[in-house]
């Protein structure tokens, strides 16, 4: 930890937060049954920021001074279209950054630089299905969820970065099998629930976080170079729950 860090000057952290929106209800119109739509818009301002980056290059822990904004719009919908069907879909549109950052304690500060990790716009949609048979209950789901591009945070500066890493689409598709066909042989037994699933449905390659190094973790020729964790490849699950 960088030992010329004033523990007792750093401030709480100010948050001044405001929020509009509305909700809408519609329960029956055309194609529409108990369809929902909520949109909010919300703006938050932060001051007194004390974030912590760890420069590997020399072992050091060292905090940034920061002010920032995050603001932006959320948007849910819901449909039931009948008993068997459920649709959903959010959208978030979001705009964060610093109004100003001082690097590791000092230096020069920048004003306007876009908050690291967090991406302007997400995504995700998805639709329900269920269906009752001789005491079994399917309920099929997909969902497709989606991040767009966001921006780096560099390792040697101790700072947000004008890179970007591209976004990324991931797709999971799951069934669920609810019964209580067992319950006259189990005691106090409600009922059983097979679960299994594909997550990654497409094999989607995708890296959720990147960063730029200061040259630590592979030696000092790496430094100015972006490491990455990539995503999980497609993956399958299988789980069995009781409730008594």
């Known amino acids: 930890m960088d030992g010329n860090i004033d523990l007792n000057s750093l401030k709480p952290v100010k948050s001044t937060d405001y929020e509009v929106g509305a909700k809408f209800l519609v329960h029956n119109w055309m194609l529409l049954h108990n369809f929902t739509f909520n949109v909010n818009y ?17 072992s050091q822990t060292k905090f940034a001074a920061a002010d920032a904004v995050v603001n932006g719009v959320n948007i849910a919908m819901a449909d039931n279209p009948s008993w068997n069907w459920h649709l959903f879909a959010n959208l978030a549109l979001n705009h964060s950054y610093y109004t100003s950052y001082t690097p590791q304690g000092g230096g020069t500060t920048l004003y306007g630089a876009n908050v690291s990790y967090s991406p302007y716009l997400t995504m995700s949609a998805g639709i329900d299905y269920r269906y009752y048979y001789h005491g079994f209950l399917f309920s099929p789901q997909f969902v497709d969820q989606y991040t767009s ?7 040697g500066t101790g700072a947000p970065s004008h890179q970007k890493q591209p976004g ?16 006259p042989y189990i005691p106090t037994l409600k009922d059983v629930k097979l679960s299994v699933g594909i997550y990654n449905l497409f094999d989607a390659r995708y890296n959720p976080i990147e960063y730029i190094t200061s040259g630590g973790y592979f030696g000092g020729n790496s430094a100015g170079a972006i490491l990455a964790d990539p995503g999980a490849p497609r993956q399958y699950f299988m789980t069995v729950s009781a409730k008594f």
């Open 168 to 183: 990324y689409n991931v797709s999971n598709l799951s069934l669920g099998i609810k019964t209580t066909r067992l319950n």
């Open 42 to 58: 919300y703006h938050d301002s932060l001051a007194n920021e004390t974030i912590a980056t760890f420069l590997s290059n020399i």
């Open 149 to 155: 591009s966001e921006y780096l945070f560099n390792n």
